[in-house]
């Protein structure tokens, strides 16, 4: 379980909460390459627009879809 996109998701939100919403973002880096067509690809983006609005990136949240 390990290697899932899931807990690597999970990871980021985690690393966020721990050591500073700016990192999160970059956590998610790893999984960027991903197809569209993965089943975690609305848990990728849904939790990438709440860290990077987080952090004040708001009109790039917005993009994030």
């Given at each position: 379980?390990?290697?899932?996109p899931?807990v ?42 709440g ?15």
């Amino acid at each position: 379980m390990t290697g899932s996109p899931v807990v690597a998701i999970n990871r980021a939100v985690a690393v966020a909460e721990t050591r500073g919403a700016r990192r999160g973002p970059r956590a998610l880096d790893a999984l960027a390459g991903r197809p569209r067509g993965s089943p975690t690809i609305s848990r990728y983006w849904a939790a990438r627009a709440g860290l990077l609005a987080r952090i004040g990136h708001v009109a790039e949240a917005d993009r994030a879809h």
